[in-house]
């Protein structure tokens, strides 16, 4: 069990990986202040590949949900997430995105009875002040609007993820993937020609960084994504996230030439700690070696419970 939960850590931290590559992507390739077209591009046409390949629609009890997760995961974060890239620090931006875990554990206690307990509180508390320590700079001036864009795809993302945990989907991982690629793009496309109007010629590096978006960035890291979800606790996923800003951060270094000192190693290392520290196999295995406990002083030793999300992960 322990070593089909690793797996699937393994698989889920892709999607993180590459979403780290969405800030220097934006920031070099894409054309500036189209915070809507490219999260249109990104979600519409890859959905509609998917949803070709699949070849299967939402059952009639599913049309709604798939609508809600799609505006929750697609319509409204995609959005949020470039707007925040554009108008935000990219290192800020990553460090408010931090706060993810706290929010769907938040959530996942609220509307599904997870408890993500001390532990993966903890780890998520040390997550975040490493990722603080790792991108943080002086911000200057803060935009309003791109703080509200930052915390609302926070939010809104949060919301998403524990609905799926919540709604057992009916298909595959790919299928449900593409439902909310489609109905999120389709909703995004209206209110982009009506805000930014028509799209601008696009260069060759700007159709790369979109097709990669697409391609690597979108449908592989949210089926990566959404399988993990499926396989672990919400709280346990969202903590994987933080290796969105770890994979950020070394591509600044190496392609921009960005600093890099024992402060952001300091805060590397706290990151990752905290991912590994979160997850179900590193919590199980921690309480394995904790003193068993008595009832009484003649009542046999007892295993001390654990949740039933922490063993089927």
């Avoid at 690793?6 to 920031?27: C, H, Q």
């Avoid at 509200?148 to 057992?168: D, E, M, P, Q």
């Avoid at 790919?174 to 995004?188: D, E, H, P």
Wanted: hydrophobic share 55%.
């Amino acid at each position: 069990m322990e070593t089909i939960g690793w797996r699937a850590v393994a698989l889920t931290t892709f999607a993180p990986a590459a979403w780290g590559t969405t800030y220097l992507v934006t920031e070099r390739l894409l054309p500036p202040d189209r915070p809507l077209l490219s999260a249109t591009l990104r979600a519409l046409p890859t959905g509609l590949v998917l949803l070709a390949a699949t070849r299967r629609l939402p059952s009639r009890a599913w049309w709604w949900r798939a609508t809600l997760l799609g505006i929750c995961n697609i319509g409204l974060f995609f959005p949020l997430l470039f707007l925040a890239a554009y108008r935000l620090p990219g290192g800020l931006a990553s460090t408010l995105q931090a706060t993810s875990p706290l929010a769907v554990m938040a959530l996942a206690a609220l509307m599904i009875g997870e408890r993500a307990g001390t532990a993966r509180i903890t780890a998520a508390g040390v997550g975040l002040v490493g990722v603080s320590l790792l991108v943080l700079r002086s911000p200057g001036h803060l935009d309003t609007l791109g703080l509200v864009a930052a915390f609302g795809s926070v939010v809104v993302s949060a919301l998403g993820f524990v609905l799926i945990k919540r709604w057992t989907p009916p298909v595959d991982m790919l299928t449900l993937v593409s439902w909310q690629l489609v109905a999120g793009g389709l909703a995004l496309l209206p209110v982009t020609l009506l805000v930014e109007g028509p799209p601008p010629h696009l260069d060759a590096p700007a159709v790369g960084g979109y097709l990669w978006l697409m391609t690597a960035g979108t449908g592989l890291a949210y089926w990566c994504w959404f399988t993990g979800l499926r396989a672990m606790p919400a709280g346990a996923v969202s903590l994987i996230g933080l290796v969105n800003p770890v994979v950020g951060t070394g591509l600044g270094v190496v392609v921009a030439g960005e600093a890099f000192g024992w402060v952001q190693a300091a805060g590397m290392l706290l990151v990752l700690g905290g991912v590994v520290a979160g997850q179900p196999g590193t919590i199980a295995r921690v309480r394995g070696l904790l003193p068993q406990r008595r009832t009484s002083v003649d009542a046999p030793v007892t295993e001390i419970e654990e949740p039933e999300l922490l063993k089927a992960g």
